[in-house]
């Protein structure tokens, strides 16, 4: 089984001196980079940029300012109308799937990557990843930090400055270090 094979199941794996995942995360990262040095106003180059990065995501359908960055790129579902601000890393040695219509604040941090806590395995550059997983219509404030397999339900928000450790039920508030629901959000606050 290859590095790669065992990254996408989820064994631990050797990230830092497998010859194949670092030239896959050169190119992706040179693609950033010249995403990242596109004028905004060249939608044309940006989306071909993008297609590029993200091949599981419509480049036409989303929007993300730059600067943006990313570790491989194929482990990426952004859906329908999903904005990311500023400043904005996905770390995708599992997969990030985020819903349709999710907006992501400037700052944020999408972190999939475990590594081990003895010291000797980690700088054997062992390391192993889980999914994040966020629902439609979400609302992720400035300078959050998602880390690995959560799930954030769909509807819900969370305030800046959070640090996500575990799952998020759908339709609540939730923020903090670490983040925690704070109140349910009903309908009549969502019409409001």
Known sequence: MTEKE???S???????FDPKLIEERA?????CLELNATRMQDLNRRR?????????VDAEAIEILSPFMVDYGYNIYLGTGTFLNHNCYLMDCAEIRLGKKVFVGPNCGFYTAIHPLDFVKRAKGLEMAKPIIIGDDVWIGGDVTILPG?????GSVIGAKSLVTRDIPENVMAFGNPCKVIKKIGLETLLV
Not at 27 to 31: E, H, Q, R
């Open 150 to 154: 959560v799930k954030i339900g769909r």
């Open 48 to 56: 071909k940029i993008l297609r590029e990065i993200l091949p599981n």
């Open 27 to 31: 190119l992706v990262k040179d693609l």
């Open 6 to 8: 065992k990254m996408l």
């Open 10 to 16: 989820g064994q631990w794996y050797d990230a830092n």
